[in-house]
């Protein structure tokens, strides 16, 4: 009965192990920060990660726009491109133009909105 | 061949006002006034010709429903664009178009220094049209389209003066009245169509009966319904404020509107749905009722006010109470004949009155006139006609119409002896007001205007101002002109008056009892499958009651000969010793002031607790809301009013939970 | 493993085809300068085709791509009122500020996307395609309202109903979540069935909150009060285009939809809902009504105007019958041509007097300008329900309804709702005919000094068109829809026609 549940238990397992290994060897493997030492390598190696988002944020940060404008397209791009997968995945066993002829469609529309996106510049970081 | 007619009949003064609205730039105005004047003479010979025809037909076959088109199918719901005429709107037809035209002749003069004359006629005829609706209408829908458009003209009318505030508040005061009596029509409609499937007068009639028992409530709901309609339109109490304000209007206005016809609506409504309130006695003597006691307090407070036209605006009202009492109780064609002669004298008198009001230069208040019969001799001479007439003097057409009134009420017996004796009070004081006036403004030393007029030939001429406020006033577009007319020196008023002034007097010699009684036969078919159609006092009971009203109203000419002339310290005498009843007469019985407490003053009490709230959330907002949800909105809105979101947001979150709750409590 | 592909009736699909090829071509002319000046060209011919093929689907009756939409003859007269407005919204918006600032065809395509959207709402038969239709419908929308870019009014519109509108949306979801809970499915006819099968499920409790949810979120769409309070507010900051498309095509499609899926999926639990549908409309009615007589912005009257006349439709749903629906697409035809009349007036006299539209700058218009006094003059008695104009005739028509389904006190209501906006409507038709010429306002007030730096800096141009009472493509929509509005009054027979078609469409669900 239960066993039907067991790939969510790997998938759980998998997750809180990947995850906890980086984290752990990033604790062991880093160089620590000395005590006193204000240069600037040594700050930065306080964050948590050497890209993103600063996990302290003073009350007076903005972030630029263009961040949040390429940031909402990657989402954007990024989720329709996540539609293609499924198919992608039957797309041969269906052995179907209609099917095909779907994605392909798809993916002009997709197209179009990386042209819109494009010429209008939104992809150049200002 | 009678339908055309009437048709014609309500397309004439439509054709009017719209050829004199759309062409105003370049008609030159005394075209205009002439293209008014001929479309409702047009409509009133076509009046006739349709009253030719009908008479041509056998009397039970004399009613004729036309349609132009179904104007509507919707569902179960079938409404023509149709008219029904049959004796009683061919009688309203003729009294409206003819006692217009004369008021258009009148205003053809009177208006003539007016620099919104084109507007003026454009309006005048627009009303005629939308009465003429109302009375031809053939279902109850169209006769609300009518109603409707009747309130919105006379609007127009009262505010003509649009810059003066005094007028414009009068005439939103009026609509907004009418407004209430268009929903109490409206709920009515609703009503007689539920109950009865259709909003045909000749079917709703007709299956009325069988459908309803006497006094029934749903019947009873209907007609009281239709009566806060009429009692709206016919400024009858409670709905009764409007009507001494609509006094702002132009003179001819005062006439046509609230003398003759508008007024005059709600009588007919109640004896066209004769055979509605036959069969709800209940709402029929409510009406009575109401029209005896608007008649009585109305005429407390003819005799208490100075203002002329008011007086004479306050005598209408009266009047119309006659009419109700009579067409509540049975008496339609007395009702109907009451309605027709005070058209008559009514107009008349307004007509004088505005002839007086322009030798004054605008001023209205009659303590400041006097000695006007030498001055003005032919007005003075109509003025006393239409006075002698409205207090019912023997001979005259009110003498005919109102004394079969209350002799009908007697003739009941019972409840109506109460009636009887009211109306019998209310025809003594119509006496003493109507002559109150006569005395006032006529004998004795004349008056600085009427002796200007008397030596120069011409009316002085007075700063213009408000006669209600006194305010210093333009004669441009908005204001009335700057040049005053009377009827001594304008053929269109005299010729106006003096037609007026003849019918007035000889009017009544249409219905003397057991002699010719031409309304009563020329009605009958409208009226004769109701249960008073054969009921009606004896000649000899006729002639008793027409002795009474004779004594009293020459009872009451004297009285006022007596306070007015030879003891005119009585008056002043009496106003101090019962100074209570003066200020309440003289404040109108405090009408107005009820209705503020009763009505306006809540209404607009809970506007400001509802604008409070809606303020609360918008000022919290602003100043305490901005906090998360703008910063994240970016700089641009930062101080926009976005806080109201908050508010928004609450009064949402209380509608989704009253669902929900609604809900769960079914749902157990 | 064999995949069989779904029938798809592409004559059935073709209007949403057709918008959708339209809205790419749009996307596309956007981006290059040398077609950009055809785009409002370029989106007539979109919404030409989509009519076209919405008439040649007339008379269609059918299930498309697996029952998640269905065109028949709701769809159809509904749809081709969104069009109807999105073309007048196009019309309307040429040279307007909102649409230069946002990009001429950028413009297009966002009202576009949100018709596609309205589209396929009014086809909707499944959950699903209600509620991507209503997002479709509803995100472009929210980025309209914004596109006037140097009004602050304009930017604030655009937030409030982005964020009122979430809430709606959310709302609509859960209520949407929890009718899925109850009957199992997503199609309007299986949770017909899934309802009526499920043992007590006509009566449990969370079903019937989800049914209140769902009322809910289509009341925020269709602005019915209580959930009306961004209306106003929506209606006077955003762009007048915009505004007069939003006013009547979203109230076209959200109605569309709100019909099929009270009658059509909620139809077993009619007597649950229609008291609540009825107190809805009766406080529109009295909420709209009451709270436009206080209005001086004519923008901010016609939102509030807008409430009331919801009120009025919502009373056609309650009644659950043909005739009900009759009704209700009849007004909604009317509501379409009365707004348009009004709000195109509305959008000339705002290019004439540099974006003010309080009632005083309508002043004399009468005497000066009687080609445009008299389509507002008419839009405003066609609203009051005067006759003789369709308004009228639509109001009767719903009162019919309503008294034929012992619903009087819910038409005693609309009487009495129509007697009171009288108090509003001839109040305008008074300043323009009764007042002497004035002075137009001066500009819009634009308060430089609190706006922050990189709004204030593009205030330099106020836009002024003196000339915009000559200019076709805003006189024509007027002129045309006040003709409508008087025709359909004087001969309303084709109109009841349209509504009818659109209930018989019903006719298997409702009697």
């Known amino acids: 009965m239960l066993h039907q549940y067991l790939p969510v238990l790997v998938f759980a397992a998998l997750g809180i192990l990947v995850g906890g290994a980086f984290a752990t060897l990033n604790l062991v493997l880093g160089p620590k920060r000395l005590k006193g030492d204000e240069s600037s390598a040594a700050i930065r190696q306080m964050d948590p990660y050497e890209c993103g988002l600063p996990s302290e944020i003073s009350k007076t940060f903005r972030f630029g726009v263009s961040f949040y404008l390429v940031a909402m397209l990657f989402i954007l791009f990024d989720i329709e491109v996540v539609f293609l997968y499924p198919v992608g995945a039957i797309l041969k066993s269906t052995d179907s133009v209609f099917v095909l002829a779907e994605v392909v469609l798809f993916v002009a529309l997709l197209f179009v909105a990386l042209i819109y996106v494009w010429r209008k510049g939104a992809l150049d970081w200002r | ?668 | ?511």
């Open chain 3, 1 to 511: 493993m064999s995949f069989d592909a779904p029938t798809i009736d592409y004559a059935g699909l073709s209007p949403v085809i057709a918008l959708t090829v339209g809205l790419v071509v749009i996307v596309l002319a956007a981006v290059f300068d040398s077609v950009r000046r055809f785009g409002p060209a370029l989106a007539l011919l979109t919404y030409a085709v989509t009519a076209g093929c919405l008439i040649w689907q007339w008379n269609a009756n059918l299930d498309l791509v697996s029952g998640s939409l269905r065109i028949d003859g709701l769809a159809v007269t509904l749809s081709l009122l969104a069009v109807i407005a999105a073309a007048v919204a196009v019309l309307l918006a040429i040279g307007d500020p909102s649409e230069t600032q946002a990009g001429r065809s950028d413009w297009l395509a966002l009202l576009t996307g949100s018709l596609l959207g309205m589209v396929i709402l009014a086809q909707a038969t499944s959950m699903l395609t209600f509620f991507v239709g209503l997002e479709l419908l509803s995100i472009p929308l929210y980025a309209l309202c914004g596109t006037n870019l140097r009004r602050r009014e304009s930017l604030e519109s655009g937030l409030k109903y982005l964020i009122v509108g979430s809430v709606g949306s959310a709302t609509l979801l859960y209520g949407l979540a929890m009718i899925y809970g109850a009957s199992g499915a997503t199609g309007f006819q299986a949770i017909s069935d899934g309802l009526q099968a499920g043992d007590g499920m006509l009566s449990d409790s969370l079903t019937l909150v989800g049914v209140g949810m769902v009322a809910v979120g289509l009341a925020f769409k269709v602005s019915i009060a209580p959930f009306h309070q961004w209306t106003p507010d929506v209606y006077q900051g955003a762009p007048t285009p915009v505004t007069a498309f939003m006013a009547v095509a979203t109230k076209a499609a959200a109605f569309a939809v709100f019909i099929r899926f009270f009658l059509v999926a909620l139809g077993p639990l009619a007597d649950q809902w229609d008291v609540m549908l009825a107190a809805l409309a009766a406080l529109s009615i009295v909420v709209g009504n009451v709270g436009a007589l206080a209005q001086t912005s004519l923008k901010r009257m016609l939102g509030y105007s807008g409430v009331a006349q919801a009120g009025y439709m919502l009373a056609g749903i309650v009644t659950a019958t043909q005739a009900g629906v009759d009704a209700l697409v009849f007004y909604l035809a009317a509501y379409v041509a009365m707004n348009v009349a009004a709000f195109a007036v509305v959008v000339i006299r705002e290019r004439q007097n540099g974006f003010s539209d309080d009632i005083s700058t309508l002043r004399g218009l009468g005497r000066e300008k009687p080609l445009l006094a008299w389509p507002l003059t008419i839009a405003m008695l066609a609203l009051a329900g005067l006759p003789p104009t369709a308004g009228f005739i639509g109001k009767l028509y719903l009162i019919e309804a309503l008294v034929d389904d012992d619903w009087t006190w819910l038409a005693v209501m609309i009487a009495i709702g129509t007697m009171i906006s009288l108090g509003y409507y001839l109040r305008v038709v008074a300043t323009l005919w009764m007042s002497p010429a004035g002075q137009a306002e001066a500009g819009a007030e634009i308060d430089t000094a609190s706006l922050p730096p990189q709004i204030a800096g593009a205030q330099a141009d106020p836009f002024e068109d003196s000339r915009a009472d000559r200019r076709w493509y805003l006189v024509a929509p007027a002129l045309i829809a006040t003709a409508a509005a008087l025709f359909f009054g004087v001969i309303p027979q084709p109109l009841v026609d349209f509504a009818q078609h659109a209930g018989d469409a019903l006719s298997v669900w409702i009697s």
């Open chain 2, 1 to 668: 061949m009678t339908a055309t007619w009437a048709w014609l009949v309500l397309l004439f003064p439509l054709l009017g006002s719209l050829t004199i609205g759309a062409t105003f730039k370049v008609l030159p105005e005394r075209t205009a006034g002439l293209i008014g004047i001929s479309a409702i003479v047009a409509a009133f010979v076509c009046g006739i010709l349709a009253l030719i025809g009908l008479q041509g037909e056998p009397s039970e076959s004399r009613h004729v429903a036309s349609s132009l088109w179904e104007y509507a199918n919707v569902g179960g719901l079938k409404i023509d664009l149709g008219i029904y005429v049959d004796p009683l709107s061919i009688f309203m037809v003729l009294v409206v178009t003819g006692v217009s035209s004369l008021i258009h002749i009148y205003s053809y003069s009177y208006m003539e220094s007016d620099q919104g004359y084109h507007r003026f006629f454009s309006y005048l005829n627009f009303f005629v049209f939308s009465m003429l609706v109302l009375v031809l209408a053939g279902n109850f829908i169209m006769l609300i389209v009518g109603w409707a458009l009747v309130g919105f003209a006379s609007y127009a009318l009262i505010s003509y003066w649009y810059r003066r505030n005094t007028a414009t508040k009068a005439g939103m005061k009026a609509f907004v009245i009418n407004v209430v009596g268009d929903i109490g029509l409206y709920i009515a409609a609703i009503l007689i169509f539920k109950n009865l499937g259709s909003v045909d007068y000749g079917t709703v009639f007709e299956r009325a009966p069988e459908v309803f028992t006497t006094n029934e409530w749903e019947i009873v709901a209907i007609c009281l319904c239709l009566l806060v309609g009429a009692f709206a339109k016919s400024a009858q109490m409670p709905f009764h404020t409007w009507l001494a304000d609509a006094m702002e209007g132009p003179t001819p206005v005062s006439s046509l509107i609230h003398a003759a016809t508008m007024v005059t609506a709600g009588v007919y409504l109640i004896a066209r749905c004769h055979s509605l309130f036959e069969l709800a006695p209940t709402a029929a003597d409510v009406a009575a009722w109401v029209g005896l006691a608007t008649l009585l307090i109305a005429g407390t407070i003819a005799i208490a006010v100075t203002d002329l036209k008011r007086i004479i605006a306050y005598s209408t009202m009266s009047q119309i109470g006659y009419m109700f009492v009579g067409v509540s109780i049975g008496a339609y064609s007395a009702g109907m004949f009451h309605l027709m002669t005070h058209a008559f004298f009514k107009a008349l008198l307004f007509m004088a009155a505005g002839s007086f009001i322009s030798a004054m230069a605008n001023m209205q208040d009659i303590d400041k006139m006097k000695g006007f019969r030498k001055a003005m001799p032919f007005t003075a001479a109509m003025f006393i006609i239409g006075a002698l007439a409205l207090s019912g003097f023997p001979g005259t057409s009110g003498w005919f119409s109102k004394d079969e009134i209350i002799d009908f009420a007697h003739f009941r017996g019972g409840m109506y002896d109460w009636m009887w004796v009211g109306m019998l009070i209310g025809a003594f004081m119509t006496a003493i007001y109507s002559f109150r006036i006569i005395f006032r403004i006529l004998p004795g030393p004349p008056c600085e205007e009427a002796e200007y007029l008397e030596q120069h030939g011409h009316v002085i001429h007075g700063e213009p101002k408000n006669p209600a406020t006194g305010e210093l006033e333009d004669t441009e577009v908005g204001y009335p002109g700057e040049e005053h007319h009377i009827a001594e020196q304008a053929g269109g008023m005299k010729f106006a008056m003096a037609v007026l002034g003849v019918l007035a007097l000889i009017g009544g010699l249409l219905q003397i009892p057991g002699v010719d009684d031409v309304i009563t036969k020329f009605l009958e078919p409208t009226f004769e499958n109701s249960v008073f159609a054969h009921m009606h006092p004896s000649t000899e009971d006729s002639w008793i009651g027409l002795g009474e009203g004779a004594l009293i109203s020459i009872a009451g000419i004297a009285t006022a000969w007596l306070l007015y002339i030879k003891r005119p310290d009585l008056p002043v005498k009496f106003r101090q010793r019962f100074s209570a009843i003066y200020t309440l007469c003289v404040n109108k019985w405090y009408g107005d002031e009820i209705v503020d407490f009763l009505i306006v003053n809540p209404v607009k009490a809970f506007g400001r607790f509802c604008n409070r709230i809606f303020e609360r959330f918008a000022i919290d907002g602003a100043t305490t809301g901005v906090a998360g949800l703008t910063r994240s909105a970016g700089a641009a809105v930062r101080d926009l009013q976005s806080g109201l979101l908050r508010g928004y947001a609450v009064l949402m979150l209380f509608g989704i939970l009253a669902i929900a709750v609604y809900f769960l409590i079914r749902s157990i």
